[in-house]
């Protein structure tokens, strides 16, 4: 069964630093998103991404948040300048046309010490 | 107010029991729903998208009020390996799916 690739499944950072996470969609998916879920919060809705461009974003995804696919396969989340309330799992995850089930990956769990 | 909202949990329930989880949503242009289930540490995995007319997929049932902007989930004949959170999610508009905080079940032997 396809499925979507995230990595790396943990990642440890100082404050400050720049971190990119790292996720493949399912191939022949054209919307990739990502979402963030807090430890014992929600999953919040960070942005989409349609067409190589960013289709929609919340108030959470201001100017330290950045997405790229740089090739055909590759769908990134870059954070400029982490801040300890950035500690949180990352999950990346693609549809086929945007309405249909998404697929989530396993997630990336980044701890901002 | 709260986009979605989910029964707090948890629910602590026998093998073999029927047990609901409700939930609201705040805006009325809502367009597509479902519920996912999270496994402790894991991501989200649909378990079933919810329809007007309410749908069925073995021991789960699924209902949308629209009037009342409320959805719920039934489980009959719960199993073990039912325990897990379910969340409630809801599309607005665009492609972005919104998510309730979850309602935790325990189901145990």
């Known amino acids: 069964e396809p499925e979507v690739t995230q990595t790396p499944s943990h990642q440890v950072t100082q404050m400050g630093q720049e971190v990119i996470l790292r996720c493949v969609p399912i191939?022949?998916?054209?919307?990739f998103y990502w979402y963030r879920q807090i430890l014992g919060q929600k999953v919040e809705f960070l942005v989409s991404?349609?067409?190589?461009?960013?289709?929609?974003k919340s108030e959470i995804f201001d100017d330290q948040f950045s997405v790229e696919r740089p090739d055909g396969s590759n769908f990134t989340l870059k954070i400029r300048s982490t801040k300890l309330e950035d500690s949180a799992m990352y999950f990346c995850?693609?549809?086929?046309?945007?309405?249909?089930?998404?697929?989530f990956g396993q997630g990336t769990r980044l701890t901002v010490v | 107010r709260k986009e979605v909202e989910q029964d707090p949990g948890p629910f602590n329930v026998p093998e073999g029991a029927t047990v609901a989880f409700n939930c609201t949503y705040s805006?009325?242009?809502?367009?597509?729903f479902f519920w996912y289930r999270q496994d402790c540490r894991k991501e989200p995995k649909l378990l079933m998208s919810?329809?007007?007319s309410g749908n069925e997929d073995g021991r789960f049932t699924a209902q949308l009020n629209r009037a009342s902007q409320y959805i719920s989930l039934l489980i009959r004949d719960s199993k073990l390996s039912d325990s897990a959170t379910y969340l409630c999610?809801?599309?607005?508009?665009?492609?972005?799916?919104?998510f309730g905080k979850g309602t935790t079940l325990s189901v145990s032997s």
């Open positions: 999610v809801v599309k607005v508009r665009g492609t972005a799916l919104i």
């Open positions: 919810v329809y007007s």
């Open positions: 805006n009325s242009a809502s367009q597509s």
């Open positions: 991404f349609y067409n190589n461009e960013i289709s929609e």
């Open positions: 995850a693609s549809t086929s046309d945007g309405g249909a089930e998404a697929f």
């Open positions: 191939s022949n998916h054209l919307y």
